[in-house]
Nanobody
Framework: QVQLVESGGGLVQAGGSLRLSCAAT????????MGWFRQASGKEREFVSA????????DYAESVRGRFTVSRDNAQNMVHLQMNSLKPEDTAVYYC??????????????????WGQGTQVTVSS
């Protein structure tokens, strides 16, 4: 298993930017596909983005495509989520997750076996 710790959340005005980071320890990070999810108050956890083990393949939810960019640095055991043009509806706790498998990048939380504790992102209008 891999241990994950998110950072970079905070309060930002609509239209602003934040960069979330996720630090991984405990196993060979480069073996894992990584995902970002978010959960707003009273709602289910939803897929935001995913990235392949090499970083060459990425996937985004339609709600964030064109505004968010996922990247990873396997040498530093880090994955990042650059969030631009933030909207109030982006307010949520953001989680990074690690998963294995082959094929298309997974969008279901069930496909990920390790999770961070989450970081709060609040976008004011």
């Amino acid at each position: 298993q891999v241990q994950l710790v998110e950072s970079g959340g905070g309060l930002v005005q609509a239209g602003g930017s934040l960069r979330l980071s996720c630090a991984a320890t405990g196993h060979i990070f480069s073996q894992y596909r990584m995902g970002w999810f978010r959960q707003a108050s009273g709602k289910e956890r939803e897929f935001v983005s995913a990235i392949s083990w090499s970083g060459s393949i990425t996937d985004y939810a339609e709600s964030v495509r064109g505004r968010f960019t996922v990247s990873r640095d396997n040498a530093q055991n880090m994955v990042h989520l650059q969030m631009n043009s933030l909207k109030p509806e982006d307010t949520a706790v953001y989680y990074c997750a690690a998963g294995g498998g082959l094929g298309n990048l997974p969008r279901s939380p069930r496909e990920y076996h390790s999770w961070g504790q989450g970081t709060q992102v609040t976008v004011s209008s």
